[in-house]
């Protein structure tokens, strides 16, 4: 039995609005291919959350999945800070 190797993804939520379905911003940093100087891109994903535990301002890893509809073929794997939390510290 072959093991899938499927991706995970670091980022912070920034939109709970929509029921079971959250949007993850992650940011990452590139080096400019002429310039040499440090980028920053960001890129938006939505993915599955059924019990809607995460919130606005949360930091989350998901994983790839299966394809839940057009724009959404991520799943929740685990919400490493709240934003409660981080709100209090």
């Not at 992650?26 to 059924?50: G, N, Q, W």
């Not at 999945?65 to 929740?76: A, E, G, I, P």
Request: charged share 35%; proline share 2%; net charge positive.
């Amino acid at each position: 039995m072959a093991r899938e190797n499927k991706r995970i993804i670091e980022g912070l939520v920034v939109s709970d609005k929509m029921m079971k379905t959250r949007v993850l911003l992650v940011l990452r940093t590139v080096e400019h291919p002429l310039y040499k100087r440090l980028i920053k891109k960001t890129k938006k994903f939505s993915y599955h959350d059924p019990l809607e535990q995460s919130k606005a301002g949360d930091s989350v890893r998901i994983i790839e999945s299966k394809k839940y509809s057009k724009t959404k073929c991520w799943r929740l794997l685990e919400i490493k800070k709240s934003a409660a939390a981080v709100k209090q510290a």
